[in-house]
């Protein structure tokens, strides 16, 4: 059974910083392109950042870009989310999840993520 837990989230000042971790079990983690997805209050989830299973290729939402860097560590089966100059906006409950495609600047979602997990609230205020 796949399992992905986020934690690292709380609660930060403007302009602060956050890393997010997401372990994973129950799959061949370096085989899959994970990415990190954000949900606010009242708004749909949105794919923040992506990175194939071979590392290099990267997605970022334009809003993050130049802030926020996705990372994964395949030995431990972990992907990270350094987040600097964190801005109000970026409040959010954050998830992460497998699958999905990277190219041409461009992430594309796939149909068949893993349950959604507890994911972890970040809260920036201002």
Do not use: H
């Not at 059974?1 to 372990?23: I, M, P, Y």
């Not at 809003?63 to 964190?86: A, E, H, W």
């Not at 801005?87 to 990277?102: F, I, Q, W």
């Amino acid at each position: 059974q796949v399992q992905l837990v986020e934690s690292g989230g709380g609660l930060v000042q403007a302009g602060g910083s956050l890393r997010l971790s997401c372990a994973a079990s129950g799959l061949t983690f370096s085989s899959y392109n994970m990415g990190w997805f954000r949900q606010a209050p009242g708004k749909e989830r949105e794919v923040v950042a992506a990175i194939a299973w071979s590392g290099p290729i990267t997605y970022y939402t334009d809003s993050v870009k130049g802030r926020f860097t996705i990372s994964r560590d395949d030995s431990k089966n972990t992907m990270y989310l350094q987040m600097n100059s964190l801005k109000p906006e970026d409040t959010a409950v954050y998830y992460c999840n497998r699958g999905g495609s990277l190219g041409g600047g461009r992430y594309y979602p796939t149909n068949a993520y893993v349950p959604w997990g507890q994911g972890t609230q970040v809260t920036v205020s201002s």
